[in-house]
């Protein structure tokens, strides 16, 4: 995502042009945190935003839940169906094209809501994070991970400053849930110049 965008429609076609450049952007595999979290959660229904081509909604299915993966690019979502209908995993997992920021999804729909590094330009944090936590049912979990802002020290390639959110700022969109952790976990990663070193993710894991 570059930071020139503005508005929903910019930043789609950014994000559609991204996709587009390859077949494939994204491994297939579910991320790292979503499978430690989730995998001990008796199935239900899960929201995916930023759902790109779909790993994580397909993972989640194959574990019988019900997902509805949301993205921005018409691109990512055509491929996340196809990824379903070619699995047989359609009756379980459906993908629209959606700006999260501007429709948010339903209030207490979900049992589980999950971001994973959806960063977003400023003037769409607000609206889009605040969504994503009021689309959890009570008793639910809204996990969110983003990368790190100090990865950019590290020369590690990331998404704009701008759209990185520090661990307070992460926390205050889990505020009124019964239990909200931020923490950094590490990772193995490789910076520009093709050295191995040491991501962060910043973790947002609350109960609502
Ligand atoms: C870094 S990718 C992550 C994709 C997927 N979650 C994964 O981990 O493989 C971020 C995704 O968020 C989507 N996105 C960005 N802004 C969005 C918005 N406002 N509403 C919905 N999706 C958005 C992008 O199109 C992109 O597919």
């Known amino acids: 995502m570059k930071a020139a965008a503005e508005n929903s429609d910019e930043l789609a076609a950014i994000w559609d042009a991204r996709y587009g450049a390859s077949e494939r952007l994204w491994s297939g595999r579910v991320n790292p945190i979503l ?6 959660l008796a199935p239900g229904s899960a929201l995916d935003a930023g759902c790109g ?7 989640l299915a194959r574990r019988g839940w019900r997902v509805t993966g949301y993205d921005l690019s018409a691109v990512a979502v055509e491929r996340a169906r196809a990824e379903a209908a070619r699995l047989g995993f359609s009756d ?3 993908f629209d094209r959606s700006d999260l920021a501007v429709d948010p999804p339903p209030e207490s729909a979900f049992d589980l ?3 994973q590094y959806l960063h977003v330009i400023p003037s769409q944090r607000e609206p889009l994070y605040r969504g994503l936590a009021a689309a959890v049912r009570p008793g639910g979990m809204l996990l969110l991970v ?3 802002i100090r990865d950019l020290d590290l020369g590690i390639p990331r998404p704009p400053a701008e759209t990185m959110l520090e661990a ?3 926390r205050a969109y889990a505020d009124g849930f019964s239990a909200a952790d931020v923490e950094l976990r590490p990772r193995a990663a490789v910076d520009r110049a093709g050295q191995p070193a040491t991501a962060h993710d910043l973790v947002l894991r609350a109960i609502r």
């Not at 499978?35 to 001990?40: F, L, R, Y």
């Not at 081509?53 to 993972?59: K, M, R």
């Open 35 to 40: 499978e430690a979290e989730a995998a001990s």
């Open 53 to 59: 081509e779909g790993g994580d909604s397909l993972w």
């Open 168 to 170: 307070e700022e992460l």
């Open 146 to 148: 983003l990368h790190d």
């Open 113 to 115: 809501v999950s971001g």
């Open 92 to 94: 379980l997992a459906s």
